[in-house]
């Protein structure tokens, strides 16, 4: 599943193809027409991305996206080629065209549907308005685990499964911790280095976590430092690798012990 710096680049892209500009907007794969006619025709007023959420804006009416697992936007300049895949929903502007393949969501809202779904999402740490108060509060009052809490996006929005592993062994917490005894100082560092990793993941369109790293030549560019991997690039000691609500989480048993 793409990572909140992923939407945030996607918005950032998107925004000089479609913003202020009338779109033509249609649904290839068929699934999506009722949705897509109401949106025809309409200017895009505007691209906001909320964690792994992305609202294209027109006027009153939003279009509300979450790729989930397979999702994925295809963008090219026009003219148009046929769409390639199951396309949802296509986006033409006079300039370029957005194909968006297989998204998890991908519904019309009205004003005050798209207000519920914005206080649904946990504060974004890329964006500018966010609140980390409100993620604090819910962390140190939680039982559950760190780990879990930061990639709630209730709790804290756009945090994914690598950069969880990679922020708690950089700021040396297991991720097994409940939240309830997570010191605050901790938690600032964590929401800092968060929202400094996630800036560079939009600048280079990959998940970077060693400091001082360019991408990587593999096919995501990532280079991270525990993730997947068998041993701690800080003292060389053993990775473990365990689940925390069904998804894959590692920590050095040196670098971060259980308290």
């Known amino acids: ?90 986006m033409m502007s006079d300039t370029h065209v957005v194909d968006i393949n297989g998204p998890n969501s991908c519904e019309v809202m009205d004003p005050a549907e798209a207000a519920a779904l914005v206080r649904r999402i946990g504060p974004d740490v890329l964006r500018p308005d966010a609140d980390p108060e409100r993620a604090w509060q819910r962390i140190s009052r939680s039982r559950s685990s760190v780990g879990q809490l930061i990639m709630d996006q209730s709790v804290m929005a756009g945090i994914g499964n690598i950069y969880r592993s990679e922020l708690l062994w950089r700021q040396k917490i297991h991720p097994d911790l409940p939240g309830n005894r997570l010191p605050r100082e901790a938690f600032d560092r964590i929401w800092a280095d968060a929202a400094d990793l996630l800036a560079l993941g939009v600048r280079t369109n990959a998940i970077i976590t060693v400091d001082g790293a360019k991408k990587s030549k593999s096919r995501y560019g990532e280079r991270v430092n525990i993730f997947a991997k068998n041993a701690c690039p800080a003292c060389a000691g053993k990775i473990t690798a365990f689940e925390i609500a069904g998804r894959r989480a590692f920590a050095c048993k040196r670098c971060q012990p259980k308290a």
């Open 1 to 90: 599943m793409p990572e909140g710096h992923t939407i945030h680049r996607a918005a950032r892209d998107q925004r000089p193809m479609l913003a202020g500009k009338v779109l033509d907007v249609s649904s290839p794969q068929g699934r999506f027409m009722e949705g897509a006619a109401q949106l025809d025709g309409r200017r895009c007023t505007a691209i906001d991305a909320y964690g792994k959420h992305l609202l294209y804006r027109f006027g009153e009416l939003s279009l509300h996206i979450h790729l989930g697992l397979f999702g994925r936007f295809r963008c090219a300049k026009r003219p148009a080629a046929e769409p390639k895949g199951e396309v949802r929903v296509r």
